[in-house]
C-alpha cells in the first residue's frame, strides 16, 4: 500500500517563525513577527480568509470613549474581570483593555472601514456585560472585516502562507525547545516540514467536540492538543462558553449563532408566556448594575447614565442557563428554545439596517422575517475560555520558542468571556506573540536544521496509518459519538455522574481511534482529514471533562448541579492540565495575585 | 417530511471523472450542504469538498448546482422538487483538484497583484474623521464573502483560459474600485485598473452581481462607476493636455 502512495518525500521549508492559523490572532502575529523582521509563514486548514474569525458579528471591544467619553481601560478591564468572574489572569486582562484601542485604530491605518458616529469617529455599541457602548463594528460582520483587512495587510507586505496544510505534530528537542512543525497539503496529501526556533498556536478553540455549536470544522481543538503534547499545559478547560442565542430550528442550522448585538440593538427575551423572563434571573453579582423594570431596561437603550442595563445584556453565562432553565420549566418554543424579539422593538428600516447578516440568514436559512417575528433561541457550544497556559506579557507557553494567542490561549477571560473581547483580545495577544516570537528567533538564529529524519518518519507514519489499515472504525461515526456525549454530559449543567460517564465514554472513544480506518487515497481526501482531527478532539474533551469534574463549584461556563454555588476557595484557583503517557492530569495552582492598584477598581461601587 | 433525493455529484480529479448517482436522505429545512455531509458519512467517506461557515459568510463551499454556481450552504433542498434529480459539480472556470473542491490560485494571484491600500494622513487630532454615507460605498464591496462565484460565472473567463492573464475578473475589479472609492486611500487607481486588470474587457452582461450571495450590486455600484472613472481620465482635455505638454504622466 504505502509504496503506491505518491510524495514520500518530505517537502521542507525553513523560518524563523511559523503561525499556526489564519484567524485574526495568527494574521496578527504575522503581521507583527514579519515587520519586526522575522522570516514568517503563517499555516492554514483553509484557504486564506475563511477562518472562524469571519464568524463573528459584534464588534470588537476597546474603550476608545467615542460614543461615552466617560469610558477607559480601568472600566473596561473591570467588566472584563467582574464577567469572567474573577479567575481571569489579571495581567492579561490588563494588557488587553490598555491595548485594544490603539490595536482597533491601526486597522484602520490598514483600510478597515468601520461605522462611524455623527462625529466621523468609530461607531461603538452596547453589548452584554460591558458598562459603556463600546464595540467598534461594521454592521453584524465586524469579523469579516477584521479578518479582510488583516489578509489583505498580510498579502500586501508579502508573508508567505501555505493555505490548506493541517499541522499534525510540533517538533521539539531537549535543548533548544520548539525546532519546528510537522503537517501534510490537504490538497495533495503530501508532507511538510516548516524547521522553527519559533512556532505562533493561532488555532482557535474547540467547538466541533459538541455537537450543537456555532463553530466550523477547523474548531477541532489541534493547538491545544499540539501544545499539550509538546509538554505544555492547558489553563481553565472546564470553562466553555455557551452562547445564548443560537439558532434552533430548522435543524439543519441548530447551534448557528445570532448575534448579541441583536440584544444591543434593543432585542429582548420572551418565553411561551410573553414574558421577559430575563427579570427573574438577575444574580446577586449584578443586581445593582442591572435594571429590575422593563421601563428603566428601556430608558437604558439611550441614557445609560441614569439607568442601569437591561437583564437580557448580562453577561452569556447568565443569559444561557437563565434560557436553560425555562425550557426546562415547560416555557419553551415550539423547537425547544426561547423567543427573541426585536421585530416589536424596532421598526424594520433599522432592523435591516444594524443587523443586515441577520436579516438575511433568518431569510435564507430559516424562512423567518426578522423584521416581522420573533426569532427562536437556545444555548450554543460557542468558545472555549480555557487554552494554553500562557506568559502574559509575552504569550509565551511553557515550552520554549512556543507561542499561543487568541482563543487557544488561556487566562484572558477566567470563567467566561464578554461578547467582544475576542476580537480585541486576538489583536492585542497577537501583536504580542509575534513580536516575542520574532524576538526570540533572533536570540536563536539558527542556521543547521535541527529537525531530525527519526521525528519526520515518526511523523508521517503515524499520520499514514488511518489509510493502510482496512476495515476499521469509520471516523464520522466515532466524531458523531463523541459530540453527541459531549453536548449531553458535559454541556451547560454538569453533575458529577454524567462528567464520569462522558469520561468513559472517551477512554473507549481513545481505544476505538487506534482502529480508525479510510477509504480513498491520500488527496483531498476528508475523510483522513476527520481520522488525523480527531486525536484532538479526544483530548480537549478529555480536559474539559477532568476539569469539570474536580472543579467542585459553580462558576461562570462551568455549571455544576451538584455544587451549586461559586465557592471562595475554588475562586483562587486554577486547573492546569498536562499530559503524560497518552492521560491528562490536573493540578491545582493558585491564582496569580492582583497588585493593589487594580484591586482597588472593584471597591467602587458602579454607577 | 424526510424523503430520498436523487443527486448526482461529479466525482474525479485533474486527470478525468464523471457524474454518479447517489440516492441520500433529506429532512425538512436541510441544505445541499446537509445531503452533500450525509453523503460522506454514510457512503463515500472521501467525497472532497470545500466548507467552514455553513452559515454563508466564509465563501468557501461554492460549486455548480444544476449548472448555476451557488454556496451549498445556502441553497435549500426544499427548492428542488422531491423527484427532481439535483446535480452538483465544482466550479467550471477553475481546475479541479478533486471532486466538487477547485483550484482557486487564480483569484490569490490576482489579489496579491493589486496595489495595497495607502492611506492619506490623519486629522490634527490623530485620528480618521469620515462620515457614515462616504463609508458606505465601499463598506456594500466589503461585505464580499470572496466565494468567487461572480469569478465562476464570468464569460470573460468562464470560456477562455487566455483571459485570465490579464483579467482580473469581477471580484478584483470590485476591490479596485472598493480602494477607489475609499475616503482615506491616496492612490489613483484608474490606470491599472484598465491596463493592468481588463477593467475594459468587462461588458456589464451582470452575470456576477445575479450569482453574489451577498446580493452586492457588483456591475452597478463597483464596475460601471469605475469605468466611467477611467474614462472621465481618459478624455478629460485637461489631463491630456498636461500629458502632451509634459506636465503630468500620460492617462
Same mark, same amino acid.
Given at each position: ?64 470613549? &467615542? ?36 490595536? %482597533? ?15 466621523? *469617529? ?25 479578518? +479582510? ?52 498556536l493561532a488555532t482557535g478553540g474547540i467547538g466541533k467536540s459538541y455537537k450543537v455549536t456555532s463553530n466550523s470544522w477547523e474548531y477541532s481543538g489541534d493547538g491545544h492538543s499540539l501544545a499539550l503534547k509538546a509538554g505544555a499545559t492547558l489553563v481553565n478547560m472546564e ?11 430548522? @435543524? ?7 448575534t448579541e448585538s441583536v440584544r444591543g440593538e434593543g432585542g429582548v427575551l420572551k418565553n411561551s408566556e410573553g414574558k421577559r423572563f430575563m427579570f427573574d434571573y438577575i444574580p446577586e453579582y449584578f443586581k445593582a448594575e442591572t435594571a429590575d423594570n422593563e421601563a428603566e ?10 439607568? +442601569? ?30 423567543? *427573541? ?19 438575511h440568514q433568518f431569510k435564507e436559512l430559516a424562512e423567518v422575517d426578522i423584521t416581522k417575528e420573533p426569532m427562536e433561541v437556545g444555548p450554543t457550544c460557542h468558545y472555549v475560555m480555557g487554552g494554553v497556559e500562557v506568559e502574559p506579557d509575552t504569550a509565551a507557553a ?24 475576542? @476580537? ?39 499520520? @499514514? ?85 474536580? +472543579? ?31 492521560? %491528562? ?23 | ?81 422531491? &423527484? ?57 464591496? +466589503? ?86 472613472? %477611467? ?21
Open positions: 500500500m504505502a509504496a503506491e502512495l505518491p510524495g514520500l518525500a518530505i517537502e521542507k521549508h525553513f523560518y524563523d517563525v511559523v503561525v499556526v492559523g489564519a484567524g485574526g490572532a495568527g494574521l496578527r502575529a504575522a503581521i507583527e513577527a514579519h515587520e519586526q523582521g522575522a522570516r514568517t509563514a503563517i499555516v492554514c486548514k483553509s484557504l486564506l480568509g475563511k477562518a472562524h474569525t469571519v464568524m463573528a458579528e459584534g464588534g470588537i471591544a476597546a474603550s476608545m470613549g &467615542n460614543v461615552y467619553p466617560e469610558d477607559n481601560w480601568q472600566v473596561h478591564f473591570r467588566d472584563t474581570m467582574r464577567g469572567g468572574k474573577m479567575l481571569n489572569h489579571w495581567r492579561m486582562a490588563q494588557l488587553h483593555a490598555q491595548e485594544a484601542p490603539d490595536r %482597533v485604530r491601526e486597522l484602520e491605518d490598514w483600510g478597515a472601514l468601520f461605522d462611524r458616529t455623527p462625529a466621523g *469617529l468609530i461607531s461603538q455599541r452596547d453589548f452584554g456585560g460591558h458598562r459603556f457602548a463600546r464595540l467598534a463594528h461594521v454592521g453584524d460582520r465586524t469579523g469579516l472585516e477584521l479578518i +479582510r483587512t488583516l489578509q489583505q495587510r498580510a498579502v500586501q507586505l508579502g508573508i508567505d502562507v501555505f493555505m490548506e496544510c493541517t499541522v499534525t505534530k510540533l517538533l521539539t528537542d531537549d535543548e533548544h525547545g520548539m525546532v519546528g512543525a510537522f503537517g501534510y497539503r490537504r490538497e495533495s496529501g503530501e508532507f511538510i516540514v516548516w524547521q522553527s526556533p519559533a512556532v505562533i470553562f466553555v462558553q455557551f452562547h445564548p442565542t443560537g439558532m434552533v430550528w430548522p @435543524l439543519s442550522v441548530k447551534g448557528l449563532l445570532i431596561a428601556d430608558r437604558w437603550y439611550d441614557d445609560h447614565s441614569n439607568n +442601569r442595563r437591561p437583564p437580557e445584556l448580562l453577561p452569556r453565562d447568565e443569559v444561557a442557563r437563565a434560557i436553560n432553565s425555562e425550557v426546562k420549566a415547560g416555557r419553551g418554543s415550539p423547537h425547544g428554545g426561547v423567543f *427573541l424579539d426585536i421585530a416589536s422593538r424596532r421598526t424594520a428600516e433599522d432592523i435591516k439596517r444594524r443587523l443586515p447578516s441577520m436579516y511553557k515550552i520554549r520558542g512556543l507561542y499561543a494567542a487568541g482563543e487557544v490561549a488561556g487566562g484572558m477571560h477566567g470563567s467566561n468571556r464578554l461578547g467582544g473581547n475576542s @476580537l480585541s483580545d486576538l489583536l492585542v495577544f497577537g501583536r504580542r506573540a509575534g513580536a516575542s516570537a520574532a524576538s526570540h528567533a533572533a536570540e536563536q538564529k539558527a542556521t543547521t536544521p535541527r529537525v531530525t529524519d527519526e521525528a519526520l518518519a515518526a511523523a508521517r507514519t503515524a499520520a @499514514l496509518a488511518p489509510l493502510e489499515r482496512q476495515g476499521g472504525e469509520n471516523p464520522y461515526t466515532i466524531h458523531a459519538e463523541l459530540q453527541e456525549s459531549m453536548n449531553a454530559l458535559v454541556g451547560i449543567i454538569r453533575t458529577e455522574s454524567e462528567l464520569q460517564q462522558a469520561l468513559d465514554k472517551i477512554a473507549s472513544l481513545k481505544q476505538r481511534i487506534q482502529n480508525l480506518s479510510v477509504e480513498g487515497k491520500r488527496r483531498y481526501n476528508p475523510g483522513w482529514h476527520l481520522a488525523l482531527d480527531l486525536p484532538n478532539m479526544l483530548t480537549v474533551s478529555e480536559c474539559i471533562a477532568k476539569a469539570a469534574l474536580e +472543579r467542585h463549584e459553580s462558576r461562570g461556563g462551568h455549571t455544576r448541579d451538584d455544587h451549586p454555588t461559586p465557592s471562595p476557595e475554588w475562586g483562587a484557583l486554577n486547573l492546569i492540565c498536562s499530559e503524560a503517557d497518552g492521560s %491528562v492530569s490536573l493540578t491545582r495552582q493558585p491564582l496569580p495575585q492582583m497588585p493593589d492598584d487594580l484591586a482597588t477598581l472593584f471597591k467602587e461601587t458602579p454607577a | 417530511m424526510t424523503y430520498q433525493a436523487k443527486l448526482r455529484v461529479w466525482r474525479g480529479d485533474a486527470e478525468g471523472g464523471g457524474l454518479r448517482d447517489y440516492t441520500v436522505e433529506v429532512n425538512e429545512g436541510e441544505v445541499v450542504l446537509d445531503i452533500i455531509h450525509r453523503l460522506q458519512a454514510t457512503q463515500a467517506g472521501d467525497l472532497a469538498v470545500r466548507w467552514n461557515c455553513k452559515a454563508g459568510k466564509c465563501g468557501s463551499c461554492s460549486a455548480e448546482i444544476n449548472g448555476r454556481p451557488r454556496l451549498l450552504c445556502l441553497t435549500r433542498m426544499g427548492d428542488f422538487d422531491e &423527484n427532481e434529480v439535483v446535480t452538483i459539480t465544482p466550479m467550471r472556470t477553475f481546475p479541479v483538484i478533486r471532486d466538487l473542491v477547485t483550484d482557486v490560485s487564480y483569484n490569490y494571484e490576482k489579489a496579491a497583484s493589486i496595489p495595497g491600500f495607502v492611506p492619506r494622513e490623519k486629522g490634527p487630532d490623530g485620528v480618521h474623521r469620515m462620515q457614515q454615507v462616504d463609508v458606505e460605498r465601499s463598506q456594500e464591496f +466589503r461585505k464580499c464573502i470572496e466565494c468567487f462565484l461572480c469569478q465562476d460565472v464570468c464569460h470573460v473567463v468562464r470560456d477562455h483560459e487566455d483571459n485570465k492573464k490579464v483579467y482580473a475578473g469581477p471580484r478584483f475589479l470590485m476591490r479596485i474600485a472598493e480602494l477607489d472609492m475609499h475616503p482615506l486611500d491616496n492612490l489613483d487607481r484608474r490606470k491599472v485598473a484598465q491596463e493592468n486588470f481588463g477593467l475594459g474587457m468587462c461588458n456589464i452582461t451582470k452575470c456576477c452581481s445575479e450569482v453574489c450571495p451577498e446580493g452586492i450590486h457588483i456591475t452597478d455600484n463597483a464596475l460601471i462607476p469605475l469605468k466611467e472613472r %477611467v474614462v472621465d481620465r481618459k478624455y478629460d482635455p485637461l489631463t491630456w493636455l498636461g500629458a502632451k505638454i509634459g506636465r503630468r504622466p500620460h492617462p
